[in-house]
């Protein structure tokens, strides 16, 4: 402990010392309820951001829902044509027209995957993204290769026959008891400023249409789920891992000051 004007340190002066580390412009702290736990190299999880990226804007939710369904979306393999399949310019322009499917609409495929031993807190969430007009035409195309370190944090790497490469990153800080706040931040060469803004709006449009779902939906510890929500399973195993001996239950978690 060091005061700057002072030659000395009071006696009985204690200061919490907190595990950090700083990449990409933010702070992460450790913070674990077991005290005996190795904080992760985060170094090694992070995807870089590239040389010549700027950053383009953020957007910002607060969310009714437990932490958990937040990076559950990616492994909801099924839930993308369910929401995700309406073109978001027809709902901008639009949202009333039945006839919005000849704008196009949005073509997902997506696959998730846990990774093990000394990555097991990472996973893995593939996609990919067309926008299908007239019913054959596949534009706007786009690979993303998206990366969960831990409960709350994605790192997602895009590449896109329009906008190039670019990184988006997504934060997810508890401020309460079923209560979540989402930022996601958004990173591109600075030639692309118009379309990132273009961008920002349509991921925003979409995000919204899964927090309308996480906003009224009740967390189940052990849903019923079909055959093809296999990777729900194997999300629910993987995060597992992040519930420890010590780990507050919800009733506990409500009496605590937050
Ligand atoms: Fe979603």
Redesign the pocket.
């Known amino acids: 402990m060091n005061i700057p004007y002072s030659k000395s340190v009071p006696k009985g002066s204690k200061l919490r010392k907190w595990i950090s580390q700083e990449i990409n412009g933010y702070i992460f702290i450790w913070y674990h309820s077991e005290p005996t736990e190795i904080p992760w190299d985060l170094s090694l999880s992070m995807e870089g951001l590239q040389e010549n990226f700027v950053y383009h804007g953020q957007n910002s939710f607060l969310i009714n829902c437990h932490i958990q369904e937040i990076p559950e979306?990616?492994a909801?393999l099924a839930?993308?044509d369910a929401?995700?399949k309406k073109n978001f310019i027809a709902e901008f322009l639009a949202p009333k027209n039945i006839s919005a499917e000849r704008f196009g609409h949005h073509h997902w495929t997506a696959s998730w995957f846990p990774r093990f031993g000394k990555s097991k807190h990472l996973a893995e969430v593939n996609l990919t993204h067309a926008l299908v007009i007239f019913g054959k035409y596949y534009c706007f195309r786009m690979d993303i290769s998206g990366r969960q370190i831990g409960p709350s944090f994605v790192c997602l790497k895009i590449n896109s026959t329009l906008l190039g490469n670019f990184q988006v990153f997504q934060s997810i800080t508890p401020m309460g008891p079923l209560l979540q706040k989402v930022v996601h931040r958004f990173y591109a060469p600075r030639c692309f400023a118009p379309l990132m803004k273009i961008f920002i709006c349509g991921e925003s449009l979409?995000?919204q249409?899964?927090i309308n779902i996480w906003n009224n939906k009740m967390f189940r510890r052990s849903p019923i789920l079909a055959k093809e929500d296999a990777s729900i399973k194997k999300f629910r195993m993987w995060f597992s891992q992040f519930y420890t001996l010590n780990s507050k239950p919800f009733t506990e978690a409500t009496t605590v000051g937050w």
């Open positions: 979306n990616g909801d839930h993308f929401i995700h979409m995000f249409r899964d």
